[in-house]
């Protein structure tokens, strides 16, 4: 059936935390982000719900590297054997050699959660990749894709703007959304981890996908977002305190290596704000539990690119 069905991919063990996307349109397909290794045999499983074969698999489209959005790449490449895989065109060599990457993650997890988490990674002929520039379309059956180079959470990253259903597939470039925290009201937070946050080319890239006017965006964390202004209004605003953090950090008396546990506690502090205002909602410990690895991830990446402003500094 054609349409977008949005794929738990039950990332960590959890459920709603990250998606993959499945687009169908007459007998063609492609999934948008694939998650890990054991995500693959979920988005498989969808395929064969809407009564299609691998084989019918048009293209892979992977919004960045990050291996909560590419891990399964090669496996899915191995799935779907006419599938191309599309990517950023800084993104690309990373899935055709995807060592450099491989091996920055197990410096961060440590080899053994690593391999728990992600498993093998191999590479991908590159002859079964395809780079799009800014701006650049693909045909999908009847709907058209455009991509959307969108600086801010990482430099490789794009949005897919689907022409058909008036949707944008954001990958990590509007937040993150969890179900579990919306039944307040809207609650979308940015996602500012390492290594590329760039606070100003995060708000450019939220007010590019405003531009297109979209009915529905669909971030990687998770799933459809209709109240698209007041999601972004949100990530704007937090957006603007997390550059303000990174400064204040920059510039503080504070070594280096004490900056991420600088920007842990402030972070901390400025969510216990914004979850006072949910009532019963932000007193539960599983929504603290939900938060606490974005606020670790968020507080290295700003502390990153704080360490990262004093080394040029420092070099000028």
């Not at 496996?75 to 990457?101: E, F, G, Q, W």
């Not at 600088?262 to 949910?278: E, K, Q, V």
């Amino acid at each position: 059936m054609t349409g977008i069905h949005t794929i738990d991919t039950h990332y960590l063990g959890l459920r709603d935390v990250a998606a993959a996307y499945l687009i169908v349109d007459g007998d063609r397909a492609a999934f948008v982000d694939n998650n890990t290794n054991d995500a693959v045999p979920r988005l498989l499983a969808t395929l064969a719900d809407q009564k299609l074969e691998p084989e019918q698999v048009e293209y892979l489209i992977v919004t960045h590297v990050h291996l909560d959005h590419a891990g399964g790449t090669s496996a899915l490449v191995r799935a779907c054997p006419n599938a191309t895989v599309v990517a950023h065109p800084r993104a690309a060599p990373h899935i055709i050699d995807p060592i450099k990457l491989v091996a920055s993650a197990s410096a961060v997890y440590g080899k053994d959660n690593f391999q728990r988490i992600y498993g093998t990674i191999e590479p991908v002929s590159e002859n079964r990749v395809r780079v799009m520039d800014d701006e650049q379309t693909l045909q999908l059956g009847q709907r058209e894709l455009r991509f959307l180079h969108t600086r801010g959470h990482a430099n490789h990253h794009f949005c897919i703007v689907d022409s058909r259903d008036n949707a944008i597939f954001a990958g990590d470039a509007f937040g993150l959304v969890y179900p579990a925290l919306q039944s307040e009201g809207t609650f979308a937070f940015p996602s500012t981890s390492p290594t590329d946050f760039e606070p100003q080319l995060a708000r450019e890239s939220i007010r590019r996908l405003l531009a297109e006017r979209p009915s529905c965006i669909y971030p990687t964390h998770f799933g459809a977002v209709t109240d698209i202004e007041v999601a972004a209004g949100q990530l704007l605003r937090h957006l603007e305190f997390a550059e303000r953090l990174r400064d204040d950090a920059e510039t503080s008396d504070r070594p280096d290596d004490a900056l991420e546990a600088y920007c842990h506690a402030r972070l901390y502090d400025y969510f216990c704000g914004l979850l006072d205002s949910m009532g019963q909602l932000g007193r539960d410990p599983k929504v603290w539990a939900h938060l606490k690895l974005d606020m670790e991830l968020n507080a290295q990446g700003i502390a990153f690119a704080a360490n990262k402003r004093r080394r040029k500094a420092r070099e000028a």
